[in-house]
């Protein structure tokens, strides 16, 4: 990295020391053409290389900047503190915390964050770790910590998403597929079950594109007005 960084620089130097020349060549004319075009020619060369050299640099940057956002995407904020729980809310010391809605605490089951060796929902697994001292990690909305990590275990997507039921008709809209107002935002993937019915497993796409106009029960999380479904018809997505 450094041999290629002094690379790009001596380049640099050279082509900057270059323009003059270059402008010197162009303001005269005649016949000592053929040497000058072999310098312009030289120069231009090298111009270019290191124009290449320096969008390469560039792309390069780039890149490591975008591993770096990727890596850093869910630990943009990071609080160390006492856990508590006080009229409905979650503190780390002073600080409010987002571990997600009623639903989600009391159905879903990720990692042992309370270590006690049992895998249990999310709800006890924060019930395990009260009065201690804890590292959240997340990103804070309002003045609250919207959870993305306990303890350095990932937790969930750091949103206010919502978990909602709904009972309502598909409904196709420029290709795109809505339930009561809420845009269905679908994996895009081969589905795992049936669940038009039509006997075939399909893509996500088509098993939804089947049940376009019929009444259909559906539950996920809603965020922005978009609903990623966890149930289709009591089927699991
Ligand atoms: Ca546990
Ligand atoms: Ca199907």
Redesign the pocket.
């Known amino acids: 990295m450094a041999a290629g960084l002094v690379a790009v620089v001596a380049v640099a130097a050279i082509a900057s020391s270059g323009a003059g020349i270059a402008g010197w060549t162009t303001s005269h004319d005649g016949n000592e053409g053929n040497a000058r075009h072999g310098w312009k020619g030289k120069l231009n060369e090298m111009m270019e290389r290191n124009r290449i050299m320096r969008k390469m640099m560039e792309r390069n940057n780039m890149m490591k900047a975008g591993r770096h956002i990727m890596r850093n995407l869910l630990n943009l904020d990071r609080i160390e503190g006492n856990l508590s729980y006080i009229d409905g809310t979650y503190y780390v010391d002073d600080t409010p915390v987002y571990f997600g809605d009623e639903w989600f605490l009391e159905h879903v089951i990720r990692s042992d964050y309370d270590g006690d060796g049992d895998y249990e929902t999310i709800a006890d697994e924060i019930n395990g770790l009260m009065g201690n001292d804890v590292v959240i990690n997340g990103m804070y909305g309002n003045g609250t910590l919207i959870a993305s990590h306990i303890n350095g275990m990932w937790l969930r997507v750091p949103v206010m998403a919502e978990f909602v039921e709904l009972n309502g008709v598909i409904e196709k809209i420029n290709g795109t597929y809505y339930i009561d107002g809420y845009r269905i935002v679908l994996p895009n993937k081969q589905?795992r079950s049936?669940?038009?019915?039509?006997?075939?497993?399909?893509r996500m796409r088509?098993?939804i594109d089947?049940l376009v106009g019929e009444n259909v029960n559906i539950d996920g999380y809603t965020h922005n007005g978009n609903l990623r479904p966890l149930h289709i018809n009591g089927i699991a997505i």
């Open positions: 589905a049936d669940y038009d019915g039509d006997g075939l497993l399909e088509m098993e089947g």
